[in-house]
């Protein structure tokens, strides 16, 4: 059929690329990988350098305070598990790894959906590039990573970052474009400024759907520490990792637990904070 | 001086919309050029000039193009072509800065669905004009506290909108629009979504309120009773134009053509013409005349009761043949036969009203004015004639 077309060098191209960004970019890979490891680094620290029992009660109220009864109760329990099977301090690294990946993207993602939805055009390059990140396997990331950061945390977080920041991105967009129009208009109408529609008007309406991409956010990031254990990302993804390629179930189950408790705390938190920001209006 | 002024101003919807611009100075209709442009006619060159203190009322059927109207005036909607001045200054020449300072201070605006922010308390929703001002928080409160008291909702002010009624909300809408006393409220449909007795108290209070502030009104609606109840102006609109300007009584009375004219055979006249557009001259006699004149007068006019009145023309009571009859027997003055149960109304009183009030008495109905100086008499026929819509109306001084 197709003999005579000759294949297209789609690989060599993307290499070709890699390399040039990175003898050309390496400032600003560097300064990436500082702010991020140092981000990591310090939450890590600050998580383990606290008592793990203390952690405990303190996560615990803060479940309470914000969940009340069951899910403080589930917390206590789930994190005194954890701390039994002796993961605790593997834990919080992964913590720290996707807190830092979920901030990151909140902090780059939020204002990419705003700009989203205050311009079609913006909307219109932004949204097939979350489809291609979303679908591409998230494998495929870590490879520039590590040319990029080298190994390490860094280059974890970063392909976190990619696999995990579309769904912030998108229901900030959605969030302020579902914004009723006559609500806009009146604010319109009463002589706003852009930035006052924004954040008088437009951000607390959207806030329960951002706050659900932000929790979609953290969900995605937590499903990628196994895969950035891959290229030396430390915490209890390493654990699984380890055990998946030694064939030791009994460990790998241990720290798959690990992981889903973390990932329950974590979603159900979010929830009740979504929750929370509907009922207030 | 007119404080809105509207010169040819027209909106055209879709790209390039000036191109119909010269189709419309052609007298194009709007269906000729969406079926040659594939544009839409918003507005088509509406000329309109709003008195301070008016109602000014915009009325049309939806599609009408009084929606987009309305928002050309504070430019919610960007007008193609034409002009709108306020106090004489362009409104379309403000830039952004001076179109935002426009609107926070010159004009406030009431919404059909009411619009109130649901995030916010009625008084943070109320205050949300002032906010946005910079207004600093206490005074802001004050300003809010005093709008929210005018319409009659304190002591709901930590309230969310959806823990109020349809009615109350549009009070907390109204209060937000003229919390920054602006000189003009525009009022979109503001009372369309209210179940209809609400709607009519809510009509009732914008016209004392109005009657209090002296606010400028322009008022959208799509119910010609409505219009003809608050308007002191109806600009009547049919896609895009505005085909006739007036008082409630010219559009009633002297409808500009065809379109107009079946407009107002739809009106519900009951509750549109009043005692003075039916009334017809009374019969009267000075009361310091004895019963042989009197009973002259009626056998003259061919009437069987004569309306007794001082010499200002007071209402004083009714005399009837009989009684006459038998003043003149007994020799008694007219004051002694005197009744003084004749039913009366105002000349703003409905004819429904009127028409309820006739039943239980044989009298017509005497029309007086607030000095109880008789202007004229209501018969049941013509009370009846009115309803049926085949009376010739003109006769009546309009109230």
């Not at chain 2, 008291?149 to 930590?158: C, F, I, K």
């Not at chain 2, 017809?280 to 000075?286: G, H, L, N, V």
Request: glycine residues 8%; neutral net charge.
């Amino acid at each position: 059929m197709s003999m005579n077309i000759p294949k297209i060098p789609l690989a060599d191209w993307i290499e070709s690329l890699e390399a040039w960004l990175e003898t050309n970019l390496d400032p600003l890979f560097g300064a990436i990988r500082v702010v991020v490891g140092g981000t990591v680094g310090g939450l890590d620290t600050a998580l383990n350098s606290v008592h793990p029992l203390l952690l405990i009660v303190i996560f615990t109220l803060l479940a309470w305070f914000i969940g009340r009864w069951r899910m403080a109760i589930f917390t206590a329990i789930g994190l005194l598990v954890i701390d039994n099977l002796g993961l605790w301090s593997q834990t919080m690294q992964t913590l720290a790894l996707v807190l830092t990946a979920a901030i990151i993207s909140v902090v780059i993602g939020v204002p990419i959906g705003i700009l989203c939805a205050r311009n079609n055009s913006v909307q219109k390059v932004v949204t097939p590039l979350l489809d291609f990140m979303q679908t591409m396997p998230a494998f495929v990331y870590l490879l520039p990573a590590v040319t990029f950061f080298s190994l390490g945390v860094v280059p974890g977080v970063i392909s976190s970052i990619i696999f995990a920041i579309p769904p912030t991105i998108r229901l900030t967009n959605l969030g302020i474009r579902q914004v009723p129009a006559e609500l806009v208009e009146a604010a319109d109408a009463f002589g706003s400024t852009p930035s006052q529609k924004l954040f008088k008007l437009q951000l607390p309406i959207a806030m329960p759907t951002i706050m659900a991409g932000i929790n979609q956010t953290i969900m995605l990031s937590l499903s990628m520490v196994v895969i950035a254990s891959m290229i030396g990302a430390q915490g209890v993804g390493a654990y699984v990792y380890r055990a998946v390629t030694q064939g030791n179930t009994g460990v790998g189950f241990e720290a798959g637990l690990a992981i889903v408790i973390l990932a329950i705390i974590l979603d159900r938190l979010t929830q009740q904070v979504i929750r929370r920001t509907k009922t207030n209006g | 001086m007119a404080i809105i002024e509207a010169k040819r101003l027209t909106k055209i919807f879709g790209p390039d919309p000036k191109k119909a611009i010269p189709l419309l100075d052609k007298g194009w209709s709007k269906e000729k050029i969406h079926a040659e442009t594939k544009l839409t006619v918003g507005v088509n060159q509406a000329e309109f000039a709003i008195e301070a203190g008016q109602i000014f009322v915009i009325m049309g059927l939806s599609g009408s193009g009084k929606s987009t109207l309305v928002r050309l005036i504070n430019r919610l909607i960007e007008p193609t072509s034409g002009q709108i001045l306020f106090n004489g200054t362009d409104v379309l020449r403000m830039n952004p800065e001076q179109l935002r300072q426009f609107r926070r201070k010159n004009v406030g605006m009431v919404f059909q669905k009411f619009a109130l922010f649901p995030h916010r308390t009625v008084i943070q929703n109320i205050e949300y004009g002032l906010e946005v001002q910079g207004i600093d928080k206490k005074k802001r409160r004050d300003m809010a506290m005093q709008s929210l008291e005018l319409v009659g909702l304190s002591g709901w002010e930590n309230s969310y909108p959806e823990q109020l009624s349809g009615g109350m909300q549009q009070r907390v809408g109204l209060a937000r629009g003229l919390a920054n006393d602006p000189d003009v409220l525009l009022m979109d449909e503001a009372f369309s979504a209210l179940d209809p007795l609400i709607r009519k108290d809510m009509q009732d209070e914008l016209l004392v309120l109005q009657s209090k502030m002296k606010k400028t009104i322009v008022f959208i609606t799509h119910d010609l009773n409505e219009a003809l109840r608050i308007g002191d102006q109806i600009a009547l609109m049919r896609d895009g134009s505005i085909v006739q300007i007036g008082t409630p009584d010219e559009i009633l009375m002297q409808p500009a053509n065809k379109y107009v004219e079946r407009f107002v055979e739809d009106v519900d006249l009951s509750k549109v013409l009043t005692a003075s557009h039916v009334m017809e001259k009374a019969e009267t006699i000075t009361i310091e005349r004895g019963p042989r004149v009197a009973l002259q007068f009626m056998r003259d006019r061919g009437v069987s009761s004569l309306y007794a009145v001082d010499k200002a023309m007071n209402l004083l009571g009714v005399i009837t043949a009989e009684d006459a009859s038998r003043a003149l027997k007994e020799g008694l003055s007219l004051q002694e036969v005197l009744l003084q149960e004749a039913p009366i109304a105002s000349p703003e009183a409905l004819i429904n009203e009127l028409f309820e009030g006739m039943g239980s008495s044989k009298l017509p109905v005497a029309v007086v004015d607030g000095g109880n100086r008789l202007l004229g008499v209501v018969l049941k026929g013509a009370v009846l004639a009115a309803l049926a819509g085949n009376t010739v109306f003109g006769a009546g001084d309009s109230a």
